[in-house]
């Protein structure tokens, strides 16, 4: 729980426009992977939305997130 906390926290403070996996990554101090398969899992569940810009995976935060920030 943690670890989803952190990217959590991380995606809420890049906005409405996301956050590529690599930078949360680099602030949240977890590898691209764990980003990958965690964030997988948050979109799963309704709490991230996502999307491919330019060859890079952004992680947008979902409106039932934005509602408790």
Same mark, same amino acid.
Request: hydrophobic share 45%; charged share 20%.
């Given at each position: 729980?943690?670890?989803?906390?952190?990217? /959590?926290?991380?995606? +809420?403070?890049?906005?409405? @426009?996301?956050?590529? *996996?690599? =930078?949360?990554?680099?602030?949240?101090? /977890?590898?691209?992977? +764990?980003?990958?398969?965690? @964030?997988?899992?948050? *979109?799963? =569940?309704?709490?991230?939305?996502?999307?491919?810009?330019?060859?890079?995976?952004?992680?947008?935060?979902?409106?039932? *997130?934005?509602?408790?920030?």
């Amino acid at each position: 729980m943690g670890i989803m906390g952190d990217i /959590l926290d991380v995606t +809420a403070d890049g906005g409405r @426009g996301g956050v590529i *996996v690599s =930078a949360i990554s680099r602030k949240a101090n /977890l590898s691209h992977y +764990a980003v990958l398969d965690k @964030g997988e899992q948050l *979109v799963e =569940a309704g709490l991230f939305d996502t999307v491919n810009t330019d060859g890079n995976r952004v992680f947008l935060i979902s409106d039932i *997130v934005l509602k408790f920030f």
